[in-house]
């Protein structure tokens, strides 16, 4: 992957710099098995990383893909466009978390400021996060399978409902009292 580290330290502190990053097909293949779907057709990372105050900086970008996973139900390939807006907030002074239980906080852009940023970690991240979790294709449906031991009434998802047999039983009771 092309150098995409970009050092703080070296950045104009007083201005913004920006960055464009469209991977090539090498690249978006290694993303691709990283993140574990069968590819990325198209990819495009680009933005600005401006400081904030005297310490801290915000990484503001769009990325673009068009990724292709397997469907949940039939594992044909699914194509999806993503657009996403990609936020980071570097804190110089993020309170560090400390024990086994930690509390999300409300705004999940904030980050420790790192001595550098990995853009190409900052896209795969991001990538991953906006993929859908469970792709489908057109028309794909999960249908039901029964399974049982030949001469035994196989347990339908109707059956196994708790108060299905309610239902009939007041039914028949009303009809008794007819």
């Avoid at 978006?28 to 574990?36: E, K, S, W």
């Avoid at 993503?82 to 852009?109: F, N, S």
């Amino acid at each position: 992957m092309p150098q995409s580290l970009l050092r703080l330290a070296d950045l104009a502190a007083s201005r913004g710099t920006s960055f464009a990053l469209t991977p090539d097909a090498d690249d978006r293949t290694a993303i691709a098995d990283t993140l574990g779907i069968v590819g990325i057709k198209k990819l495009r990372f680009e933005g600005n990383l401006t400081p904030q105050g005297r310490k801290d900086w915000v990484l503001t970008a769009q990325l673009g893909a068009t990724v292709v996973q397997d469907c949940v139900v039939t594992l044909d390939p699914v194509t999806t466009r993503i657009d996403e807006a990609v936020t980071r907030q570097y804190l110089a002074d993020l309170p560090e978390t400390t024990g086994t239980e930690v509390e999300m906080p409300e705004d999940d852009t904030l980050e420790p400021l790192p001595d550098s940023i990995d853009l190409y970690a900052v896209l795969t991240e991001a990538l991953a996060l906006a993929l859908p979790l469970y792709p489908r294709a057109d028309g794909a449906e999960l249908g039901q399978v029964v399974y049982t031991r030949k001469g035994v009434a196989p347990l339908t998802d109707e059956a196994a409902r708790p108060f299905a047999g309610l239902g009939a039983l007041r039914d028949s009771l009303k009809n008794k009292d007819d």
